[in-house]
């Protein structure tokens, strides 16, 4: 029952509530982007989303234009020159994800849950297994239960893991335990820095190809890449 009616229903309630409190903050930071760099305010991306479906998630601009085609592609790293002096503060509070409070209200995504990975990485969904299939199951989230156990030093295979185990165990008390296990991780920056290789596509290979070091920074994002913003 919670997971096909209440949580949705709390979605809808919270994402109102937090768009109608904090839209005129949102408008200053749309203002200091544009000020701080040139560019869209609002950075757009594909992800997968429930039942395998893609969609557009939103974020706040943290990177200059273009960033994708440039220095490391879509890997971000420590101290990259490619995010934006007002970008560096939305990405270490997570102010950047603010905006997907209109995702929630489309229905793209949820406040918890695993959050959505992109089309092309870690891999295309053609190549999930249909076990790892299971994490489409639920609506993607802004924070996931992966996120509160590791997130940028979670190798994918086993982030899939968790998203998995979080669709198996869905409930209200799970949910609040990772709303206040996010707030204390945004309070204190824990887990924000790419800390090993963010791909290993075949779990039993022990080391990954140094290639795919670094964690794609979305968000500020746990699984994105650089330009995941």
Not at 149 to 171: A, F, H, M, P, T
Not at 186 to 196: I, K, L, Q, S
């Amino acid at each position: 029952m919670y997971g096909r009616f209440f949580k949705r229903f709390f979605d809808i309630f919270f994402a109102t509530l937090i768009l109608l409190v904090a839209w005129p903050f949102m408008l200053i930071i749309a203002l200091l982007i544009k000020i701080d760099s040139k560019g869209p305010v609002v950075f757009k991306q594909k992800r997968i989303g429930l039942g395998g479906k893609v969609f557009e998630i939103y974020k706040f601009r943290t990177m200059c234009v273009g960033a994708e085609g440039t220095g490391s592609g879509v890997y971000s790293g420590k101290g990259d020159a490619r995010v934006t002096r007002i970008g560096k503060i939305l990405r270490a509070t997570s102010l950047d994800e603010i905006i997907q409070v209109i995702n929630i209200l489309k229905g793209d995504m949820s406040f918890i849950g695993p959050r959505p990975p992109l089309t092309y990485h870690p891999w295309p969904i053609e190549e999930y297994t249909e076990e790892q299939k299971r994490m489409f199951c639920v609506r993607p989230g802004i924070t996931g239960w992966a996120q509160v156990n590791g997130r940028k030093g979670v190798e994918w295979n086993k982030r899939i893991e968790l998203n998995v185990w979080y669709v198996d165990n869905l409930s209200l008390p799970l949910d609040v335990k990772i709303l206040f296990l996010t707030v204390f991780k945004v309070f204190t920056n824990a887990d924000n820095e790419n800390t090993g290789a963010t791909v290993v596509k075949e779990p039993a290979v022990a080391v990954a190809d140094t290639a795919s070091a670094g964690e794609p920074s979305a968000e500020s994002d746990d699984e994105a890449l650089a330009v995941t913003e």
